[in-house]
Protein backbone atom coordinates (compact mmCIF):
# COMPACT_ATOMS: atom_id res chain seq x y z
CA UNK A 1 0.00 0.00 0.00
CA UNK A 2 1.28 3.74 -0.75
CA UNK A 3 1.60 5.77 2.07
CA UNK A 4 2.20 9.73 2.50
CA UNK A 5 3.30 10.78 5.72
CA UNK A 6 2.99 14.71 6.53
CA UNK A 7 4.75 15.75 8.98
CA UNK A 8 3.86 19.08 10.28
CA UNK A 9 5.94 19.20 13.26
CA UNK A 10 7.18 22.58 13.10
CA UNK A 11 10.59 22.02 15.73
CA UNK A 12 13.25 19.97 15.11
CA UNK A 13 14.47 19.80 17.84
CA UNK A 14 11.22 18.18 19.31
CA UNK A 15 12.72 14.39 19.06
CA UNK A 16 10.20 12.33 20.64
CA UNK A 17 7.92 13.52 17.84
CA UNK A 18 10.44 12.43 15.21
CA UNK A 19 11.38 9.48 16.73
CA UNK A 20 8.13 8.45 16.40
CA UNK A 21 7.60 9.50 13.11
CA UNK A 22 10.75 7.91 11.98
CA UNK A 23 9.88 4.73 13.46
CA UNK A 24 6.55 4.49 12.57
CA UNK A 25 7.51 5.08 9.04
CA UNK A 26 10.24 2.39 8.71
CA UNK A 27 7.72 -0.10 10.40
CA UNK A 28 5.51 0.66 7.71
CA UNK A 29 8.32 -0.52 5.46
CA UNK A 30 9.11 -2.97 6.62
CA UNK A 31 5.49 -4.24 6.43
CA UNK A 32 5.71 -3.47 2.82
CA UNK A 33 4.25 -0.42 2.59
CA UNK A 34 5.78 2.41 0.30
CA UNK A 35 5.86 4.99 2.54
CA UNK A 36 6.62 8.53 1.74
CA UNK A 37 7.77 11.27 4.34
CA UNK A 38 7.45 14.89 3.45
CA UNK A 39 9.27 17.05 6.50
CA UNK A 40 6.52 20.22 6.31
CA UNK A 41 9.06 22.18 7.80
CA UNK A 42 11.72 21.65 5.18
CA UNK A 43 9.48 22.40 2.36
CA UNK A 44 8.67 25.83 1.92
CA UNK A 45 5.79 25.56 0.80
CA UNK A 46 3.81 28.84 0.88
CA UNK A 47 0.16 30.22 1.69
CA UNK A 48 -2.82 29.20 -0.34
CA UNK A 49 -3.65 32.94 -1.75
CA UNK A 50 -7.74 32.09 -2.65
CA UNK A 51 -7.17 33.02 -6.14
CA UNK A 52 -9.27 30.00 -7.37
CA UNK A 53 -6.80 29.68 -10.56
CA UNK A 54 -6.66 26.10 -10.41
CA UNK A 55 -9.96 25.96 -10.92
CA UNK A 56 -10.61 28.43 -13.40
CA UNK A 57 -6.95 29.40 -14.86
CA UNK A 58 -4.94 25.79 -14.73
CA UNK A 59 -7.51 23.21 -14.10
CA UNK A 60 -5.91 21.11 -11.65
CA UNK A 61 -2.44 23.01 -11.13
CA UNK A 62 -1.62 25.79 -8.57
CA UNK A 63 -0.46 28.91 -10.12
CA UNK A 64 2.50 29.12 -6.87
CA UNK A 65 5.17 27.08 -7.38
CA UNK A 66 6.59 25.46 -4.98
CA UNK A 67 7.13 21.96 -3.17
CA UNK A 68 3.44 21.79 -2.62
CA UNK A 69 3.10 20.12 -6.45
CA UNK A 70 5.43 17.23 -5.55
CA UNK A 71 3.37 16.50 -2.21
CA UNK A 72 -0.07 17.19 -4.00
CA UNK A 73 1.13 14.42 -6.96
CA UNK A 74 2.19 12.47 -4.25
CA UNK A 75 -1.17 12.55 -1.99
CA UNK A 76 -2.96 11.66 -5.30
CA UNK A 77 -1.80 8.58 -5.73
CA UNK A 78 -1.18 7.13 -2.50
CA UNK A 79 -3.73 4.63 -0.92
CA UNK A 80 -3.25 6.24 2.25
CA UNK A 81 -2.67 10.01 4.11
CA UNK A 82 -1.17 10.37 7.45
CA UNK A 83 -1.40 13.58 8.90
CA UNK A 84 0.85 14.09 12.01
CA UNK A 85 1.52 17.02 13.92
CA UNK A 86 2.02 18.03 17.45
CA UNK A 87 -1.33 20.21 19.15
CA UNK A 88 -0.17 23.62 19.04
CA UNK A 89 -2.18 26.54 20.13
CA UNK A 90 -5.33 23.83 20.25
CA UNK A 91 -4.69 22.66 16.73
CA UNK A 92 -2.67 21.08 14.33
CA UNK A 93 0.36 23.07 13.23
CA UNK A 94 0.00 25.33 10.53
CA UNK A 95 2.71 24.11 8.59
CA UNK A 96 0.43 21.07 8.74
CA UNK A 97 -2.95 23.41 7.99
CA UNK A 98 -1.07 25.67 4.88
CA UNK A 99 -0.46 22.01 3.10
CA UNK A 100 -3.65 21.18 3.65
CA UNK A 101 -4.61 24.18 2.06
CA UNK A 102 -2.71 23.73 -0.78
CA UNK A 103 -4.76 20.29 -2.05
CA UNK A 104 -7.52 22.06 -3.85
CA UNK A 105 -5.94 21.96 -6.91
CA UNK A 106 -7.24 17.59 -6.71
CA UNK A 107 -11.15 19.56 -6.59
CA UNK A 108 -13.42 20.25 -9.31
CA UNK A 109 -14.71 23.98 -9.01
CA UNK A 110 -18.28 22.27 -9.03
CA UNK A 111 -20.57 21.29 -6.13
CA UNK A 112 -22.43 18.25 -4.41
CA UNK A 113 -24.35 17.50 -1.26
CA UNK A 114 -22.33 15.64 1.27
CA UNK A 115 -23.40 14.05 4.22
CA UNK A 116 -22.12 17.39 5.84
CA UNK A 117 -22.95 20.11 3.54
CA UNK A 118 -22.16 21.41 -0.03
CA UNK A 119 -18.79 20.17 -1.09
CA UNK A 120 -16.91 20.26 -4.33
CA UNK A 121 -16.60 17.55 -6.45
CA UNK A 122 -13.08 15.48 -6.48
CA UNK A 123 -10.58 15.99 -9.52
CA UNK A 124 -9.84 12.67 -9.31
CA UNK A 125 -11.76 9.24 -8.78
CA UNK A 126 -10.06 8.18 -6.32
CA UNK A 127 -8.58 10.14 -2.88
CA UNK A 128 -6.10 8.51 -0.10
CA UNK A 129 -7.88 7.76 3.10
CA UNK A 130 -6.59 9.80 6.35
CA UNK A 131 -5.52 8.70 9.40
CA UNK A 132 -4.56 11.55 11.87
CA UNK A 133 -1.42 11.14 14.38
CA UNK A 134 -1.65 13.99 17.48
CA UNK A 135 1.07 14.59 19.92
CA UNK A 136 -0.30 16.11 22.98
CA UNK A 137 1.47 19.36 24.62
CA UNK A 138 1.40 19.98 28.81
CA UNK A 139 -1.32 22.43 27.44
CA UNK A 140 -3.54 20.62 25.96
CA UNK A 141 -7.35 21.01 27.42
CA UNK A 142 -9.18 17.82 28.13
CA UNK A 143 -11.95 18.25 25.03
CA UNK A 144 -8.77 19.45 22.33
CA UNK A 145 -8.33 15.97 20.30
CA UNK A 146 -12.21 15.87 20.49
CA UNK A 147 -12.94 19.08 18.78
CA UNK A 148 -9.38 18.31 16.43
CA UNK A 149 -11.29 15.30 15.39
CA UNK A 150 -14.64 16.64 14.75
CA UNK A 151 -12.92 19.20 12.34
CA UNK A 152 -10.62 16.90 10.57
CA UNK A 153 -13.68 14.49 9.83
CA UNK A 154 -15.23 17.44 8.39
CA UNK A 155 -12.00 18.21 6.26
CA UNK A 156 -11.64 14.30 5.16
CA UNK A 157 -15.54 14.31 3.39
CA UNK A 158 -14.01 17.85 2.05
CA UNK A 159 -10.85 16.20 0.59
CA UNK A 160 -13.34 13.41 -0.94
CA UNK A 161 -11.69 11.17 1.77
CA UNK A 162 -12.74 9.58 5.11
CA UNK A 163 -10.96 9.83 8.52
CA UNK A 164 -10.23 6.14 9.63
CA UNK A 165 -8.44 7.38 13.11
CA UNK A 166 -7.09 9.42 14.94
CA UNK A 167 -4.16 8.52 17.34
CA UNK A 168 -2.17 9.93 20.06
CA UNK A 169 2.04 9.60 20.31
CA UNK A 170 1.59 8.55 23.47
CA UNK A 171 0.10 5.26 21.82
CA UNK A 172 2.59 2.68 20.44
CA UNK A 173 3.82 2.57 17.13
CA UNK A 174 2.97 -0.46 16.71
CA UNK A 175 -1.04 0.48 17.90
CA UNK A 176 -0.81 2.91 14.94
CA UNK A 177 0.49 0.77 12.25
CA UNK A 178 -1.77 -1.99 13.20
CA UNK A 179 -4.65 0.67 12.24
CA UNK A 180 -2.86 0.93 8.99
CA UNK A 181 -2.39 -2.23 8.08
CA UNK A 182 -6.16 -3.66 9.15
CA UNK A 183 -6.81 -1.13 5.86
CA UNK B 1 -14.42 51.56 23.00
CA UNK B 2 -11.51 50.67 21.39
CA UNK B 3 -11.32 47.98 18.64
CA UNK B 4 -9.06 46.12 16.82
CA UNK B 5 -9.47 43.86 14.04
CA UNK B 6 -7.72 41.10 12.30
CA UNK B 7 -8.60 40.39 8.73
CA UNK B 8 -7.64 36.69 7.93
CA UNK B 9 -8.22 36.66 4.59
CA UNK B 10 -5.67 34.82 1.97
CA UNK B 11 -6.92 37.67 -0.45
CA UNK B 12 -6.05 40.69 1.65
CA UNK B 13 -7.49 44.06 0.60
CA UNK B 14 -9.19 42.27 -2.14
CA UNK B 15 -11.39 40.20 0.31
CA UNK B 16 -14.96 39.20 0.90
CA UNK B 17 -14.31 39.46 4.59
CA UNK B 18 -12.64 43.17 4.26
CA UNK B 19 -16.41 43.33 2.64
CA UNK B 20 -18.47 42.47 5.27
CA UNK B 21 -15.69 44.40 8.00
CA UNK B 22 -16.35 47.47 6.22
CA UNK B 23 -20.24 47.15 6.69
CA UNK B 24 -19.19 46.08 10.31
CA UNK B 25 -17.09 49.04 10.91
CA UNK B 26 -19.47 51.65 9.61
CA UNK B 27 -21.96 50.43 12.08
CA UNK B 28 -19.37 49.92 14.97
CA UNK B 29 -18.21 53.65 13.85
CA UNK B 30 -21.61 54.94 14.43
CA UNK B 31 -20.77 55.50 18.01
CA UNK B 32 -19.24 58.43 18.52
CA UNK B 33 -15.46 58.06 20.39
CA UNK B 34 -15.73 54.57 19.04
CA UNK B 35 -12.25 53.52 17.38
CA UNK B 36 -10.70 51.23 15.36
CA UNK B 37 -7.08 50.27 14.15
CA UNK B 38 -7.25 46.85 11.13
CA UNK B 39 -4.50 44.53 10.12
CA UNK B 40 -4.76 42.46 7.33
CA UNK B 41 -2.43 38.68 8.32
CA UNK B 42 -1.24 37.73 5.05
CA UNK B 43 0.98 41.43 4.73
CA UNK B 44 4.52 40.80 6.28
CA UNK B 45 4.35 42.95 8.99
CA UNK B 46 7.41 42.00 11.46
CA UNK B 47 5.61 41.29 14.04
CA UNK B 48 3.15 44.29 13.84
CA UNK B 49 -0.05 42.03 14.28
CA UNK B 50 1.07 40.14 17.52
CA UNK B 51 2.37 44.07 18.88
CA UNK B 52 -1.49 45.10 18.25
CA UNK B 53 -2.87 41.83 19.73
CA UNK B 54 -0.69 43.02 22.70
CA UNK B 55 -1.67 46.45 23.13
CA UNK B 56 -5.76 45.49 22.32
CA UNK B 57 -9.20 46.15 24.35
CA UNK B 58 -11.18 44.51 22.34
CA UNK B 59 -10.01 41.91 19.30
CA UNK B 60 -12.09 40.80 16.14
CA UNK B 61 -10.72 38.30 14.14
CA UNK B 62 -12.53 37.50 10.77
CA UNK B 63 -11.50 35.20 8.07
CA UNK B 64 -12.62 32.88 5.74
CA UNK B 65 -13.26 29.35 6.66
CA UNK B 66 -10.18 27.27 4.60
CA UNK B 67 -10.99 23.00 4.79
CA UNK B 68 -13.52 23.35 7.97
CA UNK B 69 -10.63 25.31 9.98
CA UNK B 70 -8.68 29.05 9.72
CA UNK B 71 -6.79 29.38 6.98
CA UNK B 72 -2.95 28.60 7.77
CA UNK B 73 -1.24 31.71 7.67
CA UNK B 74 -4.18 32.77 10.19
CA UNK B 75 -2.96 29.33 12.34
CA UNK B 76 0.69 30.63 12.32
CA UNK B 77 -0.09 33.97 13.30
CA UNK B 78 -2.73 32.32 16.70
CA UNK B 79 0.73 30.56 17.18
CA UNK B 80 2.26 33.65 17.10
CA UNK B 81 0.11 34.28 20.41
CA UNK B 82 1.05 31.78 22.86
CA UNK B 83 3.58 33.65 24.79
CA UNK B 84 0.23 35.89 25.71
CA UNK B 85 -1.54 32.39 27.11
CA UNK B 86 -2.68 33.97 31.26
CA UNK B 87 -1.25 37.59 30.40
CA UNK B 88 -4.33 38.91 28.95
CA UNK B 89 -6.87 38.59 31.35
CA UNK B 90 -9.63 41.44 30.40
CA UNK B 91 -9.03 41.25 26.47
CA UNK B 92 -12.47 40.37 25.53
CA UNK B 93 -11.63 38.40 21.51
CA UNK B 94 -14.79 37.64 19.27
CA UNK B 95 -14.58 35.55 15.65
CA UNK B 96 -16.82 36.43 12.08
CA UNK B 97 -16.05 33.11 10.28
CA UNK B 98 -17.29 32.63 6.85
CA UNK B 99 -17.67 30.40 4.13
CA UNK B 100 -17.97 30.09 0.01
CA UNK B 101 -19.94 26.65 0.88
CA UNK B 102 -23.50 27.89 1.36
CA UNK B 103 -24.16 26.64 4.57
CA UNK B 104 -23.73 27.79 7.96
CA UNK B 105 -22.80 24.85 9.17
CA UNK B 106 -19.33 24.62 7.86
CA UNK B 107 -18.46 27.45 9.75
CA UNK B 108 -20.09 26.84 12.80
CA UNK B 109 -18.14 23.59 13.00
CA UNK B 110 -14.77 25.59 13.76
CA UNK B 111 -17.07 27.64 17.02
CA UNK B 112 -15.74 25.00 19.91
CA UNK B 113 -12.33 25.18 18.95
CA UNK B 114 -12.76 28.98 19.21
CA UNK B 115 -14.00 29.27 22.37
CA UNK B 116 -11.50 26.74 23.51
CA UNK B 117 -8.76 28.72 21.85
CA UNK B 118 -10.11 31.85 23.93
CA UNK B 119 -9.68 29.96 27.15
CA UNK B 120 -6.62 28.82 26.34
CA UNK B 121 -5.02 32.47 25.73
CA UNK B 122 -6.90 33.33 28.99
CA UNK B 123 -9.50 36.31 27.84
CA UNK B 124 -12.94 36.44 27.41
CA UNK B 125 -14.95 35.06 24.62
CA UNK B 126 -17.26 37.38 22.85
CA UNK B 127 -18.78 34.81 20.29
CA UNK B 128 -18.73 33.58 16.68
CA UNK B 129 -20.55 34.80 13.86
CA UNK B 130 -20.92 32.03 11.34
CA UNK B 131 -22.07 32.09 7.98
CA UNK B 132 -21.98 30.70 5.11
CA UNK B 133 -22.57 31.50 0.96
CA UNK B 134 -19.82 34.78 1.47
CA UNK B 135 -18.00 33.77 -2.18
CA UNK B 136 -21.25 35.11 -3.59
CA UNK B 137 -20.65 38.39 -3.07
CA UNK B 138 -17.77 38.96 -5.48
CA UNK B 139 -20.08 37.38 -8.23
CA UNK B 140 -23.26 39.37 -7.56
CA UNK B 141 -24.11 43.32 -7.38
CA UNK B 142 -24.29 44.68 -3.86
CA UNK B 143 -27.71 45.66 -4.29
CA UNK B 144 -28.29 41.71 -4.19
CA UNK B 145 -26.50 41.57 -0.85
CA UNK B 146 -28.23 44.72 0.47
CA UNK B 147 -30.19 42.62 3.64
CA UNK B 148 -26.15 40.49 4.10
CA UNK B 149 -24.76 43.80 4.63
CA UNK B 150 -27.31 45.57 6.78
CA UNK B 151 -26.74 42.69 8.83
CA UNK B 152 -23.54 43.27 9.71
CA UNK B 153 -23.94 46.86 10.06
CA UNK B 154 -26.13 45.99 12.48
CA UNK B 155 -23.69 43.41 14.41
CA UNK B 156 -21.27 46.84 14.52
CA UNK B 157 -23.61 48.93 15.64
CA UNK B 158 -25.13 46.58 18.79
CA UNK B 159 -20.96 45.41 19.50
CA UNK B 160 -20.24 49.17 19.26
CA UNK B 161 -22.53 49.69 21.90
CA UNK B 162 -22.77 46.82 23.83
CA UNK B 163 -19.46 44.80 23.22
CA UNK B 164 -21.72 42.00 22.69
CA UNK B 165 -22.93 40.34 19.50
CA UNK B 166 -26.42 40.49 18.78
CA UNK B 167 -27.57 37.08 19.24
CA UNK B 168 -30.66 37.47 16.44
CA UNK B 169 -28.60 38.72 13.60
CA UNK B 170 -26.48 36.36 14.90
CA UNK B 171 -29.45 33.16 14.50
CA UNK B 172 -30.78 34.94 10.96
CA UNK B 173 -26.78 34.93 9.90
CA UNK B 174 -26.80 30.98 10.67
CA UNK B 175 -29.44 29.92 8.08
CA UNK B 176 -29.52 28.54 6.12
CA UNK B 177 -28.24 25.21 7.86
CA UNK B 178 -28.21 22.84 5.32
CA UNK B 179 -28.88 22.68 1.73
CA UNK B 180 -31.22 20.76 -0.62
CA UNK B 181 -30.46 18.65 -3.64
CA UNK B 182 -32.53 20.66 -5.70
CA UNK B 183 -30.59 23.78 -4.30
CA UNK B 184 -27.24 22.12 -4.99
CA UNK B 185 -28.89 21.75 -8.25
CA UNK B 186 -29.59 25.02 -8.16
CA UNK B 187 -26.33 26.37 -7.04
CA UNK B 188 -24.25 24.30 -9.41
CA UNK B 189 -26.41 26.27 -12.37
CA UNK B 190 -25.86 29.64 -11.08
CA UNK B 191 -22.25 29.15 -10.14
CA UNK B 192 -21.69 27.80 -13.73
CA UNK B 193 -23.62 30.47 -15.48
CA UNK B 194 -22.23 33.25 -13.63
CA UNK B 195 -19.11 32.29 -12.37
CA UNK B 196 -16.92 29.38 -13.45
CA UNK B 197 -17.82 28.69 -17.11
CA UNK B 198 -17.12 32.42 -17.82
CA UNK B 199 -13.85 32.34 -16.03
CA UNK B 200 -12.74 29.07 -17.53
CA UNK B 201 -13.73 30.52 -20.91
CA UNK B 202 -11.89 34.14 -20.53
CA UNK B 203 -8.57 31.97 -19.64
CA UNK B 204 -9.06 29.62 -22.19
CA UNK B 205 -8.83 26.94 -19.75
CA UNK B 206 -12.59 25.63 -20.58
CA UNK B 207 -11.46 22.77 -22.33
CA UNK B 208 -9.14 21.77 -20.29
CA UNK B 209 -11.61 21.94 -16.77
CA UNK B 210 -11.11 18.37 -15.68
CA UNK B 211 -7.89 17.91 -16.34
CA UNK B 212 -6.11 15.78 -14.06
CA UNK B 213 -2.36 16.62 -14.60
CA UNK B 214 -1.53 15.18 -11.32
CA UNK B 215 -2.24 11.23 -12.51
CA UNK B 216 -0.61 12.03 -16.01
CA UNK B 217 2.05 9.77 -17.21
CA UNK B 218 1.58 7.31 -14.08
CA UNK B 219 0.58 3.97 -14.95
CA UNK B 220 -1.92 3.22 -11.88
CA UNK B 221 -4.50 5.57 -12.90
Redo the contacts between chains.
Keep these: MKTIVLNGNPDASNTIFEDYLNKLSSTLAAANHMVTLFNLRDMGIR??????GC???????CIVKDASADM??KY??SDFALLASPV????T???L?????RLT??L??????SA????HVG??AKFPSIGLLLEKSP?T?G??IR??H???K??AT??KSSLLFVKLTDSPVEAVVNEINHL | MRLTIFNGSPRGEDSNTRVLLEHFINGFTATSGNTYELAYLIKKDNGNSVRLFQEAEHVLLAFPLYYDAMPGHVKTFIESLEPFCGRRNDLEIAFIVQSGYPEAVHSASLKPYLEGLVKQLGCKYTGTVALGGVEVIRATPALSNKRLFESFRKLGEVFGKTGALDRQVVAKLAKPEKYSEFQVKFLNLAANILCWHPLLKKNHAYERRFAKPDTAGLESV
Aim: charged share 25%; proline share 5%.
Design positions: YCTGCLFVKTPGERRINIMGFSALKTAQDPLLPYFELDGVRRYHADTIIDIYRYNI
